[in-house]
């Protein structure tokens, strides 16, 4: 079994910065990627952010320039260093894990909230 744990969301200012981590523990076998989804009130899933095993990010759209995705495949955890926070960034913030034979894993989530 696969635990993912967020931790780092918050409650910030527009134009604030907050730093996500997810660690990743259990069975976990091969690691094809890790990312972030996020999910604001009555909008569909979105992906943030995802990193391949190989360190080769792909961001959405909305995030190009503002946030930056690492990983640290030997505590098998993944980062989001979000900056220039806009109110529309306010989410639940979700990890993933993609493994091998399609192996798929969520975390609970996290809130983040950029508020004045």
């Known amino acids: 079994q696969v635990q993912l744990v967020e931790s780092g969301g918050g409650l910030v200012q527009p134009g604030g910065s907050l730093r996500l981590s997810c660690a990743a523990s259990g069975s976990i076998g091969s690691i094809n990627a890790m990312g972030w989804y996020r999910q604001a009130p009555e909008k569909q899933r979105e992906m943030v952010a995802l990193?391949?095993?190989?360190?080769?990010?792909n961001y959405g759209d909305s995030v190009k320039g503002r946030f930056t995705i690492s990983r640290d495949n030997a505590k098998n955890t993944v980062y989001l260093q979000m900056n220039s926070l806009k109110p529309e960034d306010t989410a639940v913030y979700y990890c993933?894990?993609?493994?091998?034979?399609?192996?798929?894993?969520w975390g609970r989530g996290t809130q983040v909230s950029v508020s004045s």
């Open positions: 993933r894990l993609l493994g091998q034979y399609g192996f798929n894993a």
């Open positions: 990193i391949t095993s190989s360190s080769s990010p």
